[in-house]
């Protein structure tokens, strides 16, 4: 184990929060019982919140920030790991509340490891990271709800995005029609070729929402809030059902009784940070089964540690397209 190492660490003083690049000793850890060696991170809205310190993401500081980390066992007092296993961690407070994967030692609780997929690299389980490992989750729910190809179309939004952009192509690979909701209708090729069947824009769901509207989709991936959600669930068919699973545009959800009790639509809550361990192996052997690796790449660019700073500030502005991987060596 070496004896220092670098990371991100995101520091407070008064109101004054500060994110830079330093050297820690092992020493400096957080308590768990296994030991990561990271080799690759991810970049996700809520890190790009953390970074900037634009919303309360992080509850203790000093904090390492990153929601996602991947490499292997360096140390382990858990039997059920031993030094050079491959593992992944998604959310579990990562970043939030224990050192996250902005670093190149990471040390965790082992329940919330999961076995690295022989299917992937860890490279390619970052390039999945929080985002894909929530769509997929979404889709689970979708599926669970009753919802099927052969229902109709299935609408995501936010579809240039992270989620946005594995639900693609994890529906289209599924044999769903997939119509994706954008505010940059220029990248209309990019989810052509990910799967999308169609493309609307943003501005056709982000207005004042109505009661109910013309029945369009058959069920929908909403990684958006507020009245874009109430108007995804307005033109949602009827017994069909909507998976929210994020809040880009807020948290307040200005709709009506009108859909659920006038079309039986059900709203799915997909939660992806604390969600039990059974769940989580669940959603990355259904990854492994259905994840098209060559559109994941397509939709993956791979950044330096210490470009995190300036992808945070990008992906808040919406400047960023599919996902970020960060090489924690580089």
């Not at 920030?65 to 059920?80: C, F, K, Q, R, W």
């Not at 056709?204 to 669930?233: F, H, Y």
């Not at 969600?275 to 791979?302: N, S, V, Y």
């Not at 330096?304 to 990008?314: C, M, P, Q, R």
Request: one cysteine or more; hydrophobic letters at 45%; proline letters at 5%.
């Amino acid at each position: 184990m070496p004896d220092r190492f670098r990371a991100v660490l995101i520091t407070k003083a008064g109101d004054a929060q500060q994110a830079e690049l330093v050297t820690l000793s092992p020493g400096e850890l957080m308590p768990g019982d296994v030991t990561v060696a990271v080799s690759h991170s991810s970049l996700n809205y809520k890190d790009g919140l953390a970074l900037t310190g634009r919303a309360p993401v992080v509850r203790r500081f000093p904090m390492v920030p990153g929601i996602d980390l991947a490499g292997t066992v360096e140390e382990s007092s858990n039997p059920a790991f031993k030094v050079g296993d491959a593992v992944l961690v998604n959310g579990c407070g990562l970043g939030e509340t224990h050192f996250g994967g902005y670093a190149e030692l990471a040390r965790v609780k082992s329940e919330w490891l999961v076995p690295l997929p022989r299917q992937f690299s860890a490279a390619d389980a970052m390039a999945i990271g929080t985002a894909g490992y929530t769509a997929m989750l979404a889709l689970v729910a979708l599926e669970h709800a009753g919802i099927a190809p052969d229902n109709g179309p299935v609408l995501v939004t936010g579809a240039s995005g992270g989620v946005g952009s594995a639900a693609i192509v994890l529906l289209a690979k599924l044999g769903y029609e997939v119509i994706a909701s954008t505010g940059r209708t220029q990248e209309a090729a990019y989810l052509k070729h990910l799967g999308a069947r169609e493309i609307i824009a943003r501005e056709e769901l982000s207005g004042a929402p109505k009661p109910l509207a013309k029945e369009r989709w058959a069920g929908a991936v909403d990684s958006i809030g507020s009245k874009t959600l109430a108007n995804v669930l307005a033109s949602t068919k009827y017994g069909g059902a909507v998976a929210a699973c994020g809040l880009a545009q807020g948290m307040d959800l200005p709709t009506s009784v009108a859909p659920f009790i006038l079309r039986g639509v059900a709203l799915l809550g997909v939660e992806s940070v604390y969600a039990p361990r059974e769940r989580r192996l669940q959603a990355w052997q259904r990854l492994a089964r259905d994840l098209d690796r060559e559109k994941l790449r397509l939709m993956t660019r791979t950044i330096a540690l210490a470009d995190v700073f300036a992808a945070g500030e990008d992906i808040l502005a919406g400047r960023v397209r599919g996902r970020l991987v960060v090489d924690v060596s580089r």
